[in-house]
């Protein structure tokens, strides 16, 4: 009986760990472009998969190999599908691409949808590696430049890619506790004491979020939407509070309410991508970061820089060679193929396909590409429809008030402006 019971437990213990290794190993992603609401059935990638994904989400898939990816295309097509045949008129000029380590959920965030779920996820070191060639690679995509304004010595970032930069204001520790308690309360702030640094950590990286938001807001307001801005960063006071103050505390609930509650805010005012990073299984932070792969080709291997301006024609336009062309466009990123521009010589551009996807209705939806390397949805035919659409409602709203006017104006008839009094006849 003893046995069986010592049996029991040992079986038990053992499926516990299994599923707390497995659940442990994976990250969980939402983006802002997946409203799937069957969390039962999301779809699991590998680390090279997402960086792929990342990539085409933040505009830089010229720089990564998206041809003999199947997975990740068909995410990228499921994605598409999901979005309004018209969204691009409205969708937000900003980007955000933040890592939040240490996020132990029970639950997807109500708010959002799980995308997909990264296997055996690496480090958050890695993340950061991947973070920093994204960066490297908007630099080189568009000459922009790239600031961080927030860096703390554990990992945690939060840079800005724009022309209009943003420049952080400058705190002290307590000066972070009083915007803490301005935000959320002093029951909150409490629980949180600055002469511990994985409160301190904490604390600032509340503070820059908070700067990056009003930031946003401020572009929104101001209407610059010419200088659309691009976020990146890291999130980390989560894991070292985890593992200071155990997952169970309700120091660390409440610093995941907080984290999570801006991120919803953000998700307000910017196209995003969120990796939820498990908290890692060890306290000393020397092997914690290195207990996944933590070298640069956990992601994969990124393609070669795009080719030099030289190996364009004089005005720009097209590539000399069409080997130039395929290099640069990453084979036109899969869905076209290099060719002559009007039977020139030493002109070359992508002629870019069409994508047929499944629709909801049990039918088939044409996708039309278009731009320098095929990688954006071509709505010119929806732009058309919209662009008449509100010429000719603007047309009809003019000749409708010129109609009312002129009828206004018109003389009244005699028997309205007569000023004879009628006058009741007795038979």
């Known amino acids: 009986m003893r046995f069986s019971k010592f049996l029991f437990s040992l079986l038990l213990g053992i499926i516990v760990a299994c599923v707390s290794g497995t659940w442990d190993s994976n990250a969980v992603v ?13 779809p699991s990638l590998n680390p090279s998969e997402a960086r792929l994904i990342f990539a085409h989400m933040l505009g830089i898939s010229q720089f990564h190999n998206l041809k003999g990816n199947p997975k990740a295309d068909q995410l990228l097509q499921e994605l598409l599908q999901q979005e309004n045949s018209l969204s691009s008129f409205f969708d937000f000029k900003f980007k955000t691409f933040l890592t939040v380590s240490g996020l132990y959920l029970d639950e997807p965030v109500k708010e959002m949808h799980p995308t997909f779920i990264i296997k055996d ?41 724009a ?10 520790d307590l000066g972070y506790l009083r915007l803490y308690e301005k935000l959320f309360g002093k029951v909150s702030a409490s629980f949180f004491d600055i002469s511990e640094k994985q409160d301190r950590i904490f604390l600032s ?35 070292i509070i985890y593992h ?22 953000l998700k307000q005012l910017s196209s995003f991508s969120y990796v939820f990073l498990p908290p890692s299984e060890f306290k000393d932070r020397n092997t914690r ?47 076209g193929e290099c060719v002559k521009y009007a039977n020139k010589e030493s002109c070359f551009v992508c002629q870019c396909a069409s994508t047929i996807v499944p629709a909801g209705n049990g039918g088939n939806r044409t996708i039309q590409w278009a731009g320098e390397s095929c990688a954006k949805h071509d709505i010119s035919i ?27 104006q018109e003389e009244l008839a005699n028997v309205l402006t007569s000023t004879t009094p009628i006058t009741k006849k007795n038979v």
Not at 163 to 172: I, P, S
Not at 385 to 398: E, R
């Open 205 to 239: 990286e509340i503070a820059a979020l908070h700067e990056y938001i009003e930031y946003l807001k401020m572009k929104s307001v101001s209407g610059n939407v010419a200088d659309p801005s691009i976020g990146l960063g890291q999130i980390v006071s989560l894991e």
């Open 244 to 265: 200071a103050d155990g997952g169970t505390s309700e120091k660390y609930r409440i610093a995941q309410e907080n984290i999570i509650s801006l991120l919803l805010q």
């Open 289 to 335: 970061y290195q207990k996944r792969q933590l070298d640069l080709e956990a992601f994969g291997e990124e393609v070669d820089q795009v080719v030099a301006s030289n190996d364009r024609n004089a005005d720009g336009r097209c590539f000399i060679t069409e080997a130039a062309c395929r290099k640069a466009t990453n084979s036109c990123s899969g869905r």
């Open 382 to 408: 929806e732009f058309q429809f919209f662009f008449w659409f509100a010429i000719v409602g603007f047309g009809l709203l003019i000749f409708c008030i010129k109609l009312l006017f002129s009828v206004g």
């Open 163 to 172: 022309l209009f930069q943003l420049h952080a204001t400058k705190e002290d």
């Open 30 to 42: 939402y983006m802002s472009s997946s409203n799937k609401k069957d969390v039962t059935h999301v």
């Open 121 to 161: 996820t690496p480090s958050t070191n890695s993340f950061g590696a991947l973070t920093r060639r994204f960066q490297r690679q908007l630099s080189a995509a568009d000459g922009k430049e790239d600031r961080t304004f927030y860096m703390n010595d554990l990992g945690g970032s939060l840079s800005v890619h």
